[in-house]
């Protein structure tokens, strides 16, 4: 599930380089190439939020550790647990209510304002599935710290007050 969302992610940044190239380039010869500018906004929500959960996995998150770096044992366990079933919780309620957003745009039939009156539930589900795999991935690293294991994240992070 977290290659397909960062593959998806992926598709979504090449849509956005597509759709500003293409406007570039119809500017240059007298083209116009409507939306594309929203069409690359809703490409860059959706890029973002699908890429949140791989991101969280590879380690590639910025994390503040300054109260982390300085915790050993249980404590550090304690802290780390309750920050990721805060964060947990959080991920999981944005994207239970991105999902209503979704499907309550798609019920209601709601289109982008542009030329192109794009349907909005397609960029809204993309973000509401990127918050689930989040949350999942959130779910991940707290059964792991949990457990009494690093999660998943930490061995790809630095921090320079460890170092």
């Known amino acids: ?13 090449v849509a956005i380089a597509l759709l500003i190239l293409a406007s570039s380039l119809g500017r240059f010869v007298g083209i116009a190439v409507h939306d594309a500018n929203e069409l690359a906004g809703f490409s860059l929500a959706a890029g973002t939020f699908l890429a949140l959960g791989p ?26 647990s309750i920050t990721l079933a805060a964060a947990s919780f959080l991920g999981g309620y944005f994207a239970y209510w991105m999902a209503v957003l979704a499907e309550e ?3 209601y039939g709601d ?16 973000m509401a599935f990127g918050l689930i795999v989040f949350t999942i991935a959130m779910l991940e690293a707290l059964f ?13 992070e630095t921090s320079e007050l460890t170092e």
Do not use: C, N, Y
């Open 55 to 80: 991101a969280l996995r590879a380690g590639t998150h910025i994390r503040v550790l300054i109260v982390l770096s300085h915790l050993k044992g249980g404590l550090r366990r304690g802290i780390e």
């Open 111 to 126: 289109t982008s304002p542009g030329v192109l009156a794009f349907p909005l539930w397609i960029p809204q589900a993309a």
């Open 144 to 156: 792991d710290v949990a457990r009494g294991r690093a999660p998943g994240f930490a061995s790809r």
């Open 1 to 13: 599930m977290f290659k397909f969302s960062a593959g998806l992610a992926a598709i979504f940044l």
């Open 105 to 107: 745009s798609f019920s």
